[in-house]
């Protein structure tokens, strides 16, 4: 992308499905020096050694689901810097830079845990059920969650939706992706502008798009086996193309 074209994606006009991955990390950029330790309820603080800048390198956040736990680490050494308990099944991790705040799915307790990135503090959010992927609006207002991806029983719990968590207050919407009811999301993914979401359910074997302004469902793909991981393109991809690249 060149410095002058526009930041918003106004049209997506093709789908990606990607496989997930199996561990999840977030780095945090760094103040003005290295975060040398992070106590819960106290600021994190800073090393101004290390160069004019500081050598500020950041952190970088894990999530360990056995042991449902947050590691923080510095970016550069690799010190840990702190362990917070942030709920049972801890799964996946995002950061909302705007609210200044990580948000971690604790699938087997229906909560997403907020952690303020300067003081540590948590706070619960409950959502429901089974919250599993979870990732932020490309300007940092809202963080979605999808829900009950790998259920346990039959029926599955829950219905096909995805939650959508304010980040100026925390409060929880529910927005439906699938008329097959036995659809679950597994991941989400905000065009830039918000205006789209799209959706891949690995159980329903389907991929959608909502609009996030009516909540109508303007698009259904499928079957799609196992539907994992999406992400939207403003490439156009056509058969042609397809075909050419094939014959080289």
């Not at 994190?44 to 800048?53: E, R």
């Not at 793909?221 to 991981?229: K, T």
Request: hydrophobic content about 40%; some cysteine.
């Amino acid at each position: 992308m060149t410095e002058q074209e526009p930041r918003t994606i106004r049209k997506i006009r093709s789908i990606t499905l990607l496989l997930a991955a199996a561990a999840f990390m977030v780095v945090v950029p760094g103040g003005s020096g290295f975060v040398v330790q992070a106590v819960p309820g106290v600021p994190i603080t800073d090393n101004a050694a290390g160069g004019d800048d500081g050598g500020a390198k950041g952190s970088v956040w894990v999530v360990n689901r056995d042991l449902g736990e947050l590691a923080i680490f510095d970016a550069e050494t690799g010190e840990l810097i702190e362990k917070l308990k942030v709920g049972a099944g801890a799964h996946d991790i995002c950061i909302s830079e705007k609210a200044g705040t990580a948000y971690i799915t604790a699938e087997a307790i229906n909560t997403v845990t907020a952690v303020d990135i300067e003081t540590l503090a948590t706070e619960s959010i409950p959502v429901g059920p089974l919250p599993h992927h979870i990732e932020p609006s490309h300007d940092g207002r809202k963080i979605f969650v999808t829900l009950a991806s790998h259920p346990m029983t039959v029926p599955a719990p829950g219905t096909p939706a995805f939650a959508t968590i304010d980040t100026d207050d925390n409060s929880v919407t529910y927005t439906a992706t699938s008329a097959n009811a036995a659809a679950r999301a597994h991941a989400v993914f905000p065009t830039p502008d918000g205006d789209r979401m799209f959706v891949a359910h690995d159980t329903g074997n389907q991929v959608s798009g909502v609009d996030m302004e009516t909540g109508d469902i303007f698009l259904s793909v499928s079957p799609i086996l196992r539907a994992e991981e999406v992400v939207a393109t403003r490439s156009a991809i056509s058969s042609g193309s397809r075909r050419a690249a094939t014959a080289l």
